[in-house]
């Protein structure tokens, strides 16, 4: 694909040579001259001036004048991330069951869907046209997964779970497994039964070993758009909003909310009912306790998690733990000598 063509499909102004064949892409400091990467942020002058790529994404206010053949757009990296997909499209499903899958005859089966080996599918569920299901994944009875959803291998969604369109599951996944919900009984715990359901809206993606748990009772909730990392853990009738990010190995407790858009970095710790508002941004490692709010577009920091400014002051003071260690010892000594 030429650069000219390339920009056009982008909807994007290209300067330099518009001709010039672009094959590929790669990262900055790899790309060579017959493929694309982008330069982005304050970074972006270096990038480029190190780079051997035949074409760049770039900023509108990147410097003119380079001489090289840059692509600019208001976003390099998300300019990139659908040149990728251009150049690495997804393959197409192959419809058709494999002769090693069970599919119950009481379940829905749409229009070209791709059923690998081994999958178990029991009675009452539901699969949307389009979607594929990964070698050794389970469906549960009732469970409805909508259009063009993939499932990688091992991928396990319990009884009554509801997906919506375009969901990516990734291996390892568990949807709809019992929340952690016991009763102290007379010195022993009973196991409260978890008989609500969980229902993850569209165009969410979730990683791999990650689980969702369902609600004791109501309904355990992924809105659309959100993305879950590698083994991430939502508790039992948690609500999680619009386009919510999540990164890996981070743990939230039964009954917390989280606004959309809001961000949450990775190997944060979340405690019950918590609420987190909309736009709001806990950095990775954080721990919240119990019933703790967090405000609108804050971002908080640390454990026990608090604003990003007062845990930098924080970290400052402890920083200079040493030197006013030394400026006591010296106050010290200067009073003993003068008993």
Known sequence: MRVRELADW???????????EITGVAAVDSAGSGEISFAAGRQAGKQAAGSAAGCLLVAPDFPA???RTLIRTADPRGAFARAVRRFHPEPAVEPGVHPSATVDPGAEIGENVAIGPQVNIAAGAK????????AGSAIGRRAS???????????????????????????GSVIGADGFGFVLHAGRYEKFPQVGRVWIGSDVEIGANSCIDRAALG?????????????????????IGKHVVIAA??????????????VIGGQVGIGDKVRIEAGAVLGSGAGVLTSKIVRAGQVMWGTPARPLKEYLETLANMARLPELREQVREMRKRLEDKT
């Open 10 to 20: 982008l909807g994007a102004p290209f300067e330099g040579d518009g001709e010039r």
């Open 65 to 67: 004048g380079s001489g």
């Open 127 to 134: 699969i949307g046209p389009g979607t594929s299901i990964g």
């Open 145 to 171: 997964i909508g259009e063009g959803c993939k499932l990688h291998a091992n991928v396990t969604i319990y009884d009554d779970v509801d997906v919506g369109d375009r969901v990516v599951l990734h291996s």
């Open 219 to 239: 309904v355990t909730w992924i809105g659309e758009g959100t993305k879950l990392d590698n083994m991430v853990h939502i508790g039992h009738n948690c609500r």
């Open 249 to 262: 190995q981070t743990g939230l407790s039964g009954g917390v909310v989280v606004g959309d858009h809001a």
